[in-house]
């Protein structure tokens, strides 16, 4: 696998066309998209786009889409992670998600995202679950190859009197 930069439309709307709730919108508006080629097929197999992006709180949300369940490991993760964390300095990355879509979900927290809240019928029929992942989260993610390993306490040796 290896990623795709600098095809921002292209990649945005590939994922698109993969979200059911956003297959009738117009797509993302002004986007970062990195896509993952499957470097044996020379396709395409998942996106992420970056959108919304809030520079004056150091925001920005999240959108993705695969076509294969291996799409993504550690050194694509950390690759693509290093968009919003340290080109952007972002504080948060947000998610949101439709209730019903458990994969999606389960990704996600698994990726280290939190459910931090619940729009209720906020995609018509179904309600939109908010996940946010915290820079200082991902700081600490198993899957961030960078992350801050914390050294030992060191104990002095003392004699108890």
């Given at each position: 696998?290896?990623?795709l930069i600098g095809k921002d439309?292209?990649?945005?709307?590939?994922?698109?066309?993969?979200?059911?709730?956003?297959?009738?919108?117009?797509?993302?508006?002004?986007?970062?998209?990195?896509?993952?080629?499957?470097?044996?097929?020379?396709?395409?197999?998942?996106?992420?786009?970056?959108?919304?992006?809030?520079?004056?709180?150091?925001?920005?949300?999240?959108?993705?889409?695969?076509?294969?369940?291996?799409?993504?490991?550690?050194?694509?993760?950390?690759?693509?992670?290093?968009?919003?964390?340290?080109?952007?300095?972002?504080?948060?990355?947000?998610?949101?998600?439709?209730?019903?879509?458990?994969?999606?979900?389960?990704?996600?927290?698994?990726?280290?995202?939190?459910?931090?809240?619940?729009?209720?019928?906020?995609?018509?029929?179904?309600?939109?679950?908010?996940?946010?992942?915290?820079?200082?989260?991902?700081?600490?993610?198993?899957?961030?190859?960078?992350?801050?390993?914390?050294?030992?306490?060191?104990?002095?040796?003392?004699?108890?009197?």
């Open positions: 696998m290896r990623l439309p292209l990649v945005a709307e590939w994922v698109r066309r993969r979200i059911p709730h956003m297959t009738h919108s117009k797509g993302f508006g002004q986007c970062v998209a990195i896509g993952v080629i499957n470097e044996a097929k020379s396709e395409l197999v998942g996106g992420v786009v970056f959108h919304d992006y809030r520079q004056s709180v150091r925001s920005i949300e999240w959108s993705a889409a695969s076509d294969q369940p291996n799409w993504l490991n550690v050194e694509i993760i950390n690759q693509i992670m290093r968009y919003p964390f340290d080109q952007l300095n972002c504080v948060r990355i947000t998610a949101i998600i439709p209730r019903r879509n458990k994969r999606s979900r389960a990704f996600k927290e698994k990726f280290g995202f939190r459910q931090e809240g619940l729009v209720r019928r906020g995609f018509g029929g179904d309600d939109a679950c908010i996940y946010g992942l915290l820079a200082s989260d991902w700081k600490k993610s198993r899957f961030n190859l960078r992350r801050e390993v914390k050294a030992a306490p060191v104990i002095e040796d003392r004699q108890v009197a």
